[in-house]
């Protein structure tokens, strides 16, 4: 049967909203409406009539409501095949009554995990009738419409409206596709909530908003991002963003959550690495100073500040030919000066996402081979008490706040890499490369092509150096602090040559690779 009218519809929602439209249609399409609880009370109010549950189970509300429509004579009628002798028979057997619509909204299961509430109150939030009423009403979208969300009701409404109750097999099936998102997206929440940091479990990903790409990572690719956009950014201005727009924006932001709360900080980002980043007393500087890092890489760049960008930033900004712009806020007419380029996209972070990308636990997924690649976030940010002297020579307190600025840069640099920077500027940076020498040479060269000076500046590396090489050619260039993890068989090596030439060396103890 592919178009049916509807005749009857059984209600049970968490959330109430939008929902007065749709039974007030119902109700001059003469559908019978069955309910419960609070929903019932909800249709009452509105002076319309509706069948109590409990009439149609002879079994009233019970366990303080936890059970109130799991019985056979409602998921009879939600179930019943139409084109089924037996079943139509097995109806009037046992007088049940058929149910050709099934609206439900779940309890918000994850908004109370969110809330910070006890766990009794979350487990409370485990909807049992409301998600088995969404399944047998979505397994049976041949003969019954659901609608699982509170999102549907304007869809459902526009249906009711335009086939005056009467809906057709195609309907019925595109409805029956949220609801499965919607069962199994709400599964997958609890199962991750139950699984904590159990060290056995099953990768579950569920993302139920998406956002369509301008293309992939090439222009023949489809791409979308799959999240909530709106969590972390206020789009101003600009074109759709594109997947290695993307790409950019997160290690931007991956970076400069290392700088919540500091002294004003810019960065310049190329193909997810930092071209440029300096921090300094004005936004203004920073910015100038950060582009003087790499003024050519920073060309279609992404640029980001931890802190208001000024109108006099942003005309330094309006030069420079450049695709994301983001920032904690804008200036008014700072935001007007950017928008002088009408395909540059304006970013403004909403309030503490910053700090939230920097404490979240949030699982780092990617795919690989015919799976994925799992991982905890690399949280760790070498500070001031990780610091292990290895040298006889002591680094000063200004060469200090320099290595631990460098630092924070590696860790978001690809690996192989070396960051060279001097006064709380970066350099240069040598990245992804197959040797740390090349790393370092890279670094080096292009610094130099820039037309630093770099006698007396610091320099990070991502790992250990297995031998003294790397000291040896940065000595040379001038570098006169380095920070490294340590733990090579071959560290005398290194220690050894750096007492011999005045370089001040410290370990961290941390690895911080990034392929």
């Known amino acids: 049967m592919s178009n049916i009218t509807a005749k009857s519809a059984l209600i049970s929602v968490f959330s109430k909203e939008g929902l007065a439209p749709i039974v007030h249609k119902m109700n001059d399409l003469g559908i019978t409406i069955y309910s419960t609880g609070g929903t019932e009370k909800f249709i009452t109010d509105l002076g319309i009539d509706v069948v109590p549950v409990e009439e149609v189970t002879s079994y009233p509300s019970i366990l303080g409501g936890r059970v109130k429509t799991l019985h056979p004579k409602v998921f009879g009628g939600i179930l019943n095949r139409r084109d089924h002798k037996g079943d139509e028979a097995q109806l009037e057997e046992f007088n049940i009554p058929q149910i050709d619509m099934v609206i439900v909204d779940l309890y918000p299961f994850e908004k109370t995990v969110t809330s910070g509430a006890t766990e009794q109150d979350i487990i409370e939030k485990i909807d049992i009738g409301g998600i088995s009423l969404i399944r047998a009403g979505a397994k049976n979208y041949k003969d019954t419409l659901c609608v699982g969300t509170v999102a549907d009701y304007s869809n459902l409404l526009e249906v009711l409206e335009s086939g005056k109750g009467t809906t057709t097999l195609d309907q019925r099936k595109r409805f029956a596709a949220t609801c499965f998102n919607i069962s199994s997206h709400y599964d997958s929440a609890i199962y991750n909530y139950f699984a904590g940091n159990s060290e056995e479990k099953a990768l579950k990903i569920s993302e139920q908003k998406v956002m369509p790409l301008r293309y992939g990572e090439n222009p023949h690719q489809r791409g979308w991002f799959y999240g ?197 500027q970066l350099c240069a940076s040598g990245t992804g490369q197959t040797s740390r020498v090349d790393a370092l040479n890279q670094a080096i060269h292009k610094a130099q092509s820039f037309k630093f000076d770099l006698k007396g500046a610091v320099m990070a590396s991502d790992a250990f150096f297995p031998f003294p090489d790397c000291v040896e050619i940065a000595d040379h260039a001038g570098i006169t602090a380095v920070i490294q993890p340590g733990g090579s068989i071959k560290d005398e090596l290194s220690i050894d040559y750096c007492n011999k030439n005045n370089i001040a060396m410290v370990f961290t103890g941390t690895r911080h690779f990034k392929h």
């Open 228 to 424: 909530d956009f709106d969590e972390m950014f206020i789009k101003h201005h600009g074109k759709a963003l594109s997947y290695n727009n993307l790409l950019d924006v997160d290690a931007a932001v991956n970076l400069m959550s290392e700088f919540v709360n500091d002294a004003p900080t810019f960065g310049v980002f190329k193909h997810n690495n930092a071209c440029g980043v300096a921090q300094r007393e004005t936004i203004h500087q920073a910015y100038v100073d950060a582009l003087a890092g790499d003024p050519v890489s920073a060309f279609g760049g992404v640029l980001i500040s931890n802190v208001e960008i000024d109108a006099a930033t942003a005309q330094e900004i309006h030069k420079l030919f450049c695709e994301v712009v983001i920032a904690p806020s804008f200036a008014s007419d700072a935001l007007e000066i950017l928008k002088g380029k009408k395909n540059r996209i304006m970013l403004e972070l909403v309030e503490g996402a910053l700090s939230r990308k920097r404490d979240t636990n949030k699982l780092e997924v990617r795919a690989s081979l015919n799976g994925y690649l799992v991982q905890d976030p690399n949280l760790k940010t070498d500070q001031k008490e990780d610091l292990n002297t290895a040298t006889k020579l002591a680094p000063t307190a200004a060469q200090i706040e320099d290595l631990l600025f460098a630092s924070k840069l590696c860790k978001h640099t690809k690996s192989n890499t070396i960051v060279i920077a001097k006064n709380k």
